[in-house]
């Protein structure tokens, strides 16, 4: 299916080696945008780091979503928040 990577610390992806039995693997960033309370949020992103996802330090800090901004749903924007997190997938 697919693999995400994180950068070296020079910021530079070491891709496997490719073959030409292998499919090429390319990477793409995937932008990741969660909306809902701080409560909500937290959980949220908890639970990506225990299936090992991402780091919780990977995510932006929370950002307040102005009212008219808010979601469709999300109590009218009443203590909306959005989070941010930017992951580099390998595809094939």
């Known amino acids: 299916m697919f693999e995400y990577l994180d950068p070296d ?12 039995s292998t499919p090429q693997i390319r990477p793409e960033r995937v932008r990741h945008m969660l909306y809902g309370s701080l409560a909500g949020i937290d959980r949220t992103i908890k639970i990506l780091h225990t299936y090992g996802y991402a780091d919780p330090n990977d995510w932006s800090d929370p950002i307040p979503v102005p009212p008219s901004r808010a979601e469709t749903g999300l109590s009218s924007g009443v ?14």
């Open 79 to 92: 203590g909306t928040w959005m989070v941010i997190l930017t992951k580099t997938l390998l595809l094939e």
């Open 9 to 20: 610390a020079s910021g530079a992806f070491n891709l496997p080696p490719s073959s030409p």
